[in-house]
């Protein structure tokens, strides 16, 4: 019998399909998950599976408390710091986690991304930031659970959907969006804004970040209720009706 959830199991299969084709791990290294809404479950990446081994029925249905609600595997080990962002986060229905290698190298640093330029500030109006260090305590009760606790606090003054990415202190990052391809496009967006950071940082370790009238006047043009980078949705469909060959 075909599975009900075939359809978030292959968007989910394609998302983790994205992160080594990105160039955001090697072997088994990250996972990302795919949230129905409606029906309260998530598709997410076996446990110590490599991609090129990883087919869609090997996805993981679980419901929101981590339950496996079909599959034969076990699911990632990260699940419970993926579910811990869906419970909270409304609107939420993808989310990445990878060590890849730039906002791995800032993470382990401790240190937030400036935010140094207009690429940076194209997809969010701050610095990426950066956890906290986790606690002896914290480490020892539930450290999934935890790792989810930290993101959580770390985002108490932040808005989730305008910043939609952070770096765990001392492990690596995560990113999330509306769906589980832009979840995944976030974590390639994160990267390169993390190696560019690397590079101006290393030229001029004094750099200063990009002034606040320039920020918000690339963040707005993309995401602001007056934004008008790209086309208006109206001719994106004439251009691709255009396409197709219709009128
Ligand atoms: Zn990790």
């Known amino acids: 019998m075909p599975s009900p959830y075939r359809e978030l199991k292959e968007r989910a299969w394609a998302a983790n399909q994205e992160i080594p084709k990105r160039g955001l791990a090697i072997y088994t290294f990250g996972n990302a998950s795919a949230l129905d809404s409606a029906r309260a479950v998530v598709a997410i ?6 991609y090129e081994q990883l087919a ?24 419970a710091t ?9 609107g939420v229905a993808g989310v990445v986690h990878t060590h890849s290698s730039y906002a791995t190298g800032w993470a382990q640093a401790r240190l937030p991304i400036p935010i140094y330029g207009t690429t940076h500030a194209d997809h969010l109006a701050e610095d990426v930031p950066c ?5 002896d305590e914290a480490v020892e009760a539930n450290y999934e659970l935890e790792t989810g606790a930290q993101i959580l606090r770390c985002f108490e003054a932040r ?9 765990v202190a001392g492990h690596g990052a995560f990113t999330w969006g509306a769906t589980v391809e832009k979840a995944v496009y976030n ?24 002034p606040e009238r320039l920020i918000r006047k690339h963040f707005e043009r993309k995401h602001g209720t007056h934004a008008y980078y790209g086309q208006p949705p ?8 255009a396409r197709a060959g219709k009128r």
């Open 45 to 50: 990446k076996p446990s110590g599976v490599a």
């Open 56 to 79: 869609v029925d090997d996805l993981v249905i679980v419901d929101l408390d981590g339950q496996v609600v079909e599959g034969t595997l076990r699911p990632s080990s990260d699940t």
């Open 82 to 90: 993926h579910l811990v962002l869906y419970r909270a986060w409304p």
């Open 131 to 135: 956890t906290a260090v986790m606690s």
């Open 159 to 167: 808005d989730p959907h305008h910043t939609p990415m952070v770096l």
């Open 187 to 210: 974590a390639a967006v994160l990267e390169e804004l993390a190696r560019i950071a690397f590079v101006t940082r290393s030229l001029a370790p004094s750099a200063a970040r990009l």
């Open 234 to 241: 109206s001719e994106v469909r004439t251009l691709n009706n």
